[in-house]
């Protein structure tokens, strides 16, 4: 019991520290770039201005959406990692 409780602990320092962690994503040819951290938030959406002015506004729009879709993605991805590394691949449901 005592092991869990640590494990626990664990798990919520390393998530903290995640939140300060990025990963960026990038979409149309690098034309939207997205960067998330691994508290699930988009930190910043740098859009090329040739997609302003070449594309219509639903095309860019489009570009944001698949961008920040994949920025949360990669995210998860990391964060899932990390907590893996911490439980050692242990399973514990209502915490992962």
């Known amino acids: ?38 508290g699930m938030e988009v930190v910043s959406v740098t859009i090329s201005p040739e997609l302003l002015k070449a594309e219509s506004t639903e095309m860019a729009q489009d570009l944001v959406v698949a961008g920040v879709n994949a920025a949360l993605k990669k995210a998860q991805e990391m964060v899932d990692a990390e907590l893996e590394k911490v439980t050692k691949g242990i399973k514990m449901p209502g915490v992962l």
Do not use: H, W
């Open 1 to 38: 019991m005592r092991q869990a409780s640590r494990m626990q602990r664990k798990i919520e320092q390393r998530k903290t520290e995640l939140k300060t962690e990025t990963v960026e994503a990038s979409v149309g040819n690098d034309q939207v770039k997205v960067v998330a951290n691994g």
